[in-house]
C-alpha cells in the first residue's frame, strides 16, 4: 500500500485529498514492543511469517499506530443519478462521524483483491473513547478483589484438587484477573487501576498514576461498542434538511444501499501453522478457536471470560446459558434412557400387550371398522406391533420420570438464576438495564411527542397512552389473525390423516392395510414439519413488523416485544398439532352407531387400542428430531456457501507483495444474522418445550436434545469464530424475556405431563383395574375389561362396511371399540360391566375418571409444593456475589470521596501555582 492518502474513491469533486488526522501522541507504534502497550511478546510474534505480518499490519492505519475500531464498506455503481445520491449521503455521514471526534482513512477500490469494494477505517481518539465510557456508564477496574480467596468455598476447593478431562488448560486459557469496578469518569480517571504506571512526583512526596497505553486501556470488544453508539446516531443527510433527523445511523444506510456492511475487525487469522501448546496463541481469536471452536474441543469446558471479552457479554451470556442447559440435560437424559430401557427390557412380561397379541385368545376378539366404508372388520391382534411399542414408553418408569422431571425443571430455574447473578457482577451487568441503557435511536427520531423524565429530568421522546393502545391494539388484532392460519394448517394436516387412512385401510395389500395408521401419522408428521418450517419464515417477518409499528423505547423493551409475539407465534406452530394428538385426538369420536360427523361431514379420528401414545412418539420424534436436523445443516452449508461465494469474487493476484488486508478478509465472511441470537434462543426454547411438556410420552427427548446441543454449541462457536464477521460487542444484562417464557414453559409442562399420563396413557385405568377389578391383582382380563361391545346392525348407514369380508370374519353380530359403555340389551356376554341403557357409559368409566382427575390433583399439588419449596431453600443470589457487591460499592464511594477532598483541591493548587507563574512540570 502507498503511504500517501488516496483521493476519495469514485467522488469526482468530492474535495481533494482526504488525509489522515495526525496520531496521538500517547498512541503506540504497531511494532513496539511490550513496553509500549502491545501486549506479551510470544514465540509467534517473533515468528510470524511475512505474509501474516502485513496481515496484522492491516488492524492499523497506514502510520501503524491508530487502531481501526470499525470499517464501513461500499461497492460503487455506475454513474447515475441515484449513486450520486448515495455518494452525497456517505459525504455527509462521513463528515458528521470526523464532527463527532473520529478519524478516517481511505481504501480505493484498486487496493482490494476483488478490484470493486472501497473501505472507510474508523479510529477513536482517547477523547472519544473517553467521552463515551463515561456517558455509557462504562466500568473500569477500580482495585483487585481481595474477597476472592476468602470466598471460595471448601466443597469448590476440593473438587478443583481433582483433574479433569473437562478443564480447560490454565497454562493456555490463563484465569482472568478479579477486579472491583466502578463506572468510569473522566475527571477521576487516574484512580483507575487497569493499564496504569506509578510515577513520582517532583514537587511533592504523593506518587500520582497515569495511564500507561491508552492506545490499549479499552479492548477491542469495548473500543468497537462505544464506535458504534456513534455509528447508530449519526446523521446522512444535511443538517439543515427537514428529514436530516429521521436519516441517520449505519443500519439504515446499510439498508438502503449506501453501504454494504459496517464490522469490527477480527484480531487476525483463526488457524495457525504453530502448535498453541508450543507458541502459544497467535490472538484472541486463535485461542478462541484452538479451544471453543474447534471440533476436537467437543468435550472441553467453554472459556467464558474469554468469549465475554471477544464478542461483548450479549453473547457470552447466551452461551454460558447454552452451556448450562447442556449440563443440566444430562442428568435427564440418563434418567430418560433408564426409563426407555426399561420398557424395552420389560415388554415382553406386559400381560395386556401379551393378551392383544394372543391370537388364540384376547387377540381373536373381532374390532369394529375404523374409518367408514371404506374400512372392514379386523382382529385385536393386528394392533399387537403398536401395544408392544407403546409400553416402550408407557410404563411405571416413565410416571416417574416425568415426575422427576417436573422438579429437574425447578432446579434448573434456581440454578441458573444463581449462576445469571454470577455472571452479572463479574460481567458489570447487574444494572445494565436500569443504569446503562440509551433509548432507541428509532424512538427518538420518529416520537414527536416529548416529556420529561421524572427520573433523570431530562426533556425525552415519550409515546402517549392513546397511541400505544391503538398501536397494540392493531397488533393482537394482526396476531390473532396469524394464530387462526396456525390453527387452520393444523386442521389441514387433521383431514390429511383422516382421508390418507380411509384410502390405506381400502387398500388390498395386506402389509400396507395393517401398516395404515403408522403411514398416516408418519407422513402426516413430517407434512405438518414442512408447513411449520414455511410458517417460521413467514411469521418472523410479520412478528418483525409488528414490532417496530409499536415503537418501543429501548432495544431491552424492543428485544422482548418482538420475542415474546414470535415466540406465540412458533408456540401454535410447533405445539398445536401435538397437542391435538395428545388431548384431543380420539376424544370426540362418539360410538360406533353414533359417531361425530361435524368435522366437514367426516368421521373423526380414532386412537388405537392401545391409545394414542405412540402417534404422540411419532409425532414428537419427526417434528423434534427432523427440526434440529434441518437446523444443524442450515448452520453448517450456508455460512460456507456464502463464504465461498464471495470469497470466489476475490481476484488471484498474481503480485505476492499484495496484501489481502484484513478488512477484505472480515468484509468476505457471512454477514451475522440481523436479528443476532434470537434464532439461536428461539431453538433452544422451543427444544425445551419438546424435553419438559411432553417428556411423559417421549422420555428420550433429553437424550437428543444434549446430543443436538452439544453438537449445536461447537457449530455456533465455529460460525461466530470462523465464518461469521465479527459482531458488535453488545451489552446485555441477563437472557431477558426468555428466562419468562422458560418458566411459562415449565408450568405448561406439569400441567401437560399430568394430563398426558392421567388422561392419554393406559396408567390410571391399570391402576383402577388391577386394584379395583382384579381378583389377585393381575392384569388377567384387562384387554376385555378395557373393550366395549356393539351389535352391528345398530351401524349407521355410512359407517356400514362396504366389504365385510365375511369369508374371513364370517356373519359377525357384534363388534367390539374402545370404551366404557353398557353392552346392547340383546347381549349375554356383558362380562359383569354391568346392565342399564345400552351404550350409556358404566359405573366403570365414572371410576377411572374420578381416578385420573384425583391423580391429575395429587401430580400438580406435589409438584408445585416441591417448586416453591425448592425457590425458598435456593437463594437467587450466592452470598459471595452479595459479600463482594458490599465491598465494590464501599470502594466505589471511598475512591468518590478520595476525588473530592484529595485530588480536586491538589488540582486546584496546581492551577493557582500556574497562574502565578510558577513552574508545574514534573
Known amino acids: 500500500m502507498s503511504d500517501t492518502v488516496p483521493l476519495y474513491p469514485e467522488s469526482p469533486g468530492y474535495g ?197 497505553d491508552k492506545n490499549t486501556f479499552f479492548t477491542n470488544a469495548q473500543r468497537s461498542r462505544m464506535v458504534h453508539e456513534i455509528l447508530v446516531r449519526t446523521v446522512f443527510d444535511r443538517e439543515d434538511s427537514d428529514k436530516a433527523k429521521h436519516r441517520f445511523g449505519i443500519t439504515k444506510m446499510i439498508s438502503a444501499g449506501i453501504y454494504a456492511s459496517a464490522f469490527p475487525l477480527h484480531d487476525g487469522r483463526y488457524a495457525s501453522q504453530h502448535s498453541l501448546l508450543t507458541r502459544g496463541k497467535a490472538n484472541d481469536r486463535h485461542l478462541l478457536y484452538e479451544v471453543w471452536a474447534k471440533p476436537g474441543a467437543w468435550y472441553k469446558y467453554q472459556p467464558l471470560d474469554e468469549i465475554r471479552a471477544y464478542f461483548g457479554e450479549k453473547i457470552g451470556i447466551y452461551f454460558a446459558w447454552l452451556g448450562y442447559y447442556t449440563t443440566v440435560l444430562f442428568p435427564a437424559a440418563i434418567m430418560g434412557l433408564v426409563a426407555f430401557i426399561y420398557g424395552i427390557s420389560t415388554f415382553m412380561n406386559d400381560e395386556y400387550s401379551s393378551q392383544i397379541c394372543d391370537q388364540s385368545g384376547f387377540g381373536n376378539i373381532t374390532m369394529c371398522p375404523l374409518c367408514d366404508k371404506r374400512c372392514s372388520y379386523w382382529k385385536l391382534s393386528d394392533s399387537c406391533n403398536y401395544s408392544r411399542a407403546t409400553y416402550w414408553f408407557d410404563n411405571y418408569a416413565t410416571v416417574v420420570f416425568a415426575f422427576v422431571m417436573a422438579l429437574w425443571a425447578s432446579f434448573f430455574h434456581e440454578f441458573w438464576k444463581r449462576k445469571a447473578a454470577e455472571l452479572e457482577y463479574e460481567w458489570d451487568v447487574a444494572d445494565f438495564e436500569l443504569e446503562e441503557e440509551t433509548l432507541r435511536p428509532e424512538f427518538e427520531a420518529e416520537v414527536r411527542y416529548r416529556k420529561t423524565n421524572p427520573v433523570t429530568k431530562k426533556d425525552e421522546p415519550f409515546l402517549p397512552i392513546w397511541s400505544k393502545c391503538c398501536r397494540y391494539g392493531t397488533t393482537f388484532t394482526i396476531l390473532l389473525f396469524f394464530l387462526c392460519i396456525v390453527l387452520g ?205 411432553f417428556v411423559a410420552a417421549f422420555p428420550l427427548a433429553p437424550l437428543f436434545a444434549l446430543i443436538n446441543n452439544i453438537v449445536e454449541i461447537r457449530l455456533d462457536a465455529y460460525k461466530f469464530v470462523t465464518q461469521w464477521k465479527r459482531p458488535m460487542a453488545a451489552r446485555a444484562q441477563d437472557i431477558g424475556i426468555w428466562f419468562g417464557i422458560l418458566r411459562g414453559i415449565s408450568a405448561i409442562a406439569v400441567i401437560s405431563n399430568g394430563v398426558i399420563i392421567a388422561f392419554t396413557s393406559e396408567f390410571i385405568p391399570k391402576l383402577v383395574y388391577r386394584y379395583g377389578y382384579s381378583a389377585d391383582t393381575s392384569m388377567e382380563g384387562y384387554t376385555n375389561f378395557s373393550l366395549s361391545v356393539f351389535n352391528v346392525n345398530d351401524f349407521q348407514s355410512k359407517s356400514i362396511p362396504d366389504d365385510p369380508q365375511t369369508d374371513i370374519f364370517g356373519n359377525i353380530t357384534y363388534c367390539r371399540y374402545r370404551d366404557y359403555r353398557q353392552p346392547p340389551t340383546n347381549y349375554a356376554g356383558n362380562a359383569g360391566i354391568g346392565t342399564g341403557e345400552e351404550y350409556t357409559f358404566t359405573l366403570v368409566y365414572w371410576h377411572i375418571l374420578a381416578a385420573r382427575l384425583a391423580f391429575l390433583v395429587v401430580f400438580e399439588n406435589i409438584i408445585v409444593f416441591a417448586t416453591w419449596l425448592v425457590m425458598y431453600l435456593i437463594p437467587d443470589m450466592p452470598g459471595s456475589v452479595k459479600l463482594q457487591m458490599l465491598r465494590e460499592n464501599f470502594l466505589a464511594k471511598e475512591a468518590l470521596y478520595t476525588a473530592e477532598t484529595v485530588v480536586k483541591p491538589r488540582q486546584s493548587q496546581a492551577n493557582t501555582n500556574d497562574e502565578h507563574g510558577n513552574n508545574t512540570q514534573f
Open 489 to 693: 394448517a393444523v386442521f389441514g394436516v387433521i383431514l390429511y390423516r383422516i382421508v390418507i387412512v380411509s384410502i390405506l385401510y381400502a387398500n388390498q395389500d395386506g402389509i400396507i392395510k395393517s401398516r395404515a395408521s403408522f403411514i398416516a401419522s408418519t407422513t402426516a408428521a413430517c407434512i405438518n414439519l414442512v408447513i411449520i418450517l414455511i410458517l417460521s419464515f413467514i411469521y418472523q417477518r410479520i412478528a418483525l413488523f409488528l414490532t417496530n409499528l409499536e415503537q418501543h423505547r429501548t432495544q431491552t423493551e424492543w428485544e422482548d416485544g418482538f420475542t415474546f409475539k414470535m415466540f406465540l407465534f412458533q408456540f401454535v406452530n410447533y405445539y398445536s398439532s401435538i397437542f391435538y394428538i395428545a388431548f384431543f385426538k380420539g376424544k370426540f369420536v362418539g360410538r360406533p352407531g353414533d359417531y361425530n360427523y361435524s368435522l366437514l361431514d367426516r368421521r373423526q379420528e380414532e386412537c388405537d387400542p392401545s391409545g394414542c401414545l405412540i402417534e404422540l412418539c411419532i409425532q414428537l420424534a419427526v417434528v423434534m428430531v427432523g427440526k434440529q436436523a434441518f437446523n444443524n445443516f442450515k448452520e453448517i452449508i450456508l455460512p460456507k456457501l456464502m463464504v465461498w461465494f464471495k470469497s470466489r469474487s476475490v481476484k488471484k493476484d498474481l503480485d505476492e507483495d499484495k496484501v489481502y488486508s484484513r478488512w477484505e478478509q472480515d468484509y468476505n465472511l457471512a454477514d451475522i444474522p440481523n436479528l443476532g441470537l434470537f434464532d439461536e434462543y428461539l431453538e433452544m426454547v422451543i427444544q425445551y418445550g419438546f424435553v419438559t411438556i
Open 16 to 212: 481533494a485529498i482526504s488525509p489522515s488526522p495526525p496520531p496521538q501522541e500517547d498512541e503506540t507504534p504497531v511494532n513496539g514492543g511490550p513496553e509500549e502497550g502491545r501486549g506479551e511478546t510470544t514465540a509467534v510474534d517473533i515468528e510470524k511469517s511475512p505474509e501474516i505480518a502485513n496481515e496484522d499490519a492491516t488492524l492499523f492505519f497506514r502510520d501503524g499506530k491508530r487502531k481501526i475500531d470499525y470499517v464501513l464498506a461500499y461497492e460503487p455503481g455506475s454513474a447515475s443519478e441515484q449513486e450520486e445520491k448515495k455518494r452525497e449521503r456517505r459525504k455527509n455521514f462521513e463528515d458528521n462521524l470526523r464532527k463527532e471526534g473520529l478519524q478516517l482513512e481511505y481504501e480505493g477500490k484498486e487496493s482490494s483483491r476483488s478490484g470493486k469494494t472501497c473501505f472507510v477505517k474508523v479510529h477513536a481518539p482517547w477523547e472519544v473513547m473517553t467521552k463515551y465510557a463515561e456517558l455509557t456508564n462504562l466500568k473500569m477496574p477500580l482495585a483487585e478483589n481481595d474477597l476472592e480467596f476468602e470466598l471460595e468455598s471448601y466443597m469448590e476447593y476440593c473438587w478443583n484438587m481433582f483433574p479433569s478431562v473437562f478443564e480447560l488448560d490454565p497454562d493456555i486459557v490463563k484465569p482472568e484477573p478479579n477486579y472491583f469496578t466502578a463506572p468510569f469518569n473522566r475527571e477521576r480517571q487516574d484512580q483507575f487501576l487497569k493499564t496504569f504506571k506509578k510515577i513520582e512526583a517532583v514537587k511533592n512526596d504523593d506518587p500520582e498514576f497515569v495511564i500507561s
